[in-house]
């Protein structure tokens, strides 16, 4: 039984390291979240 929760422990603890490596939103990889990107938006001036 042992054998059973080591196995699933070691499972568990790889699918974290992937999923937190693999997981990046940003385009260089290096973690964190991605920086917003400025969209310009018009504006009418005349009233």
């Not at 929760?5 to 974290?16: D, Q, R, S, W």
């Amino acid at each position: 039984m042992a054998d059973v929760v080591l196995f699933a422990a070691v499972l568990a603890l790889f699918g974290l390291a992937y999923w937190l490596t693999a997981g990046s939103d940003d385009d260089n990889g290096g973690g964190g979240l991605m920086q917003p990107a400025l969209a310009p938006v018009r504006v009418n001036r005349q009233r």
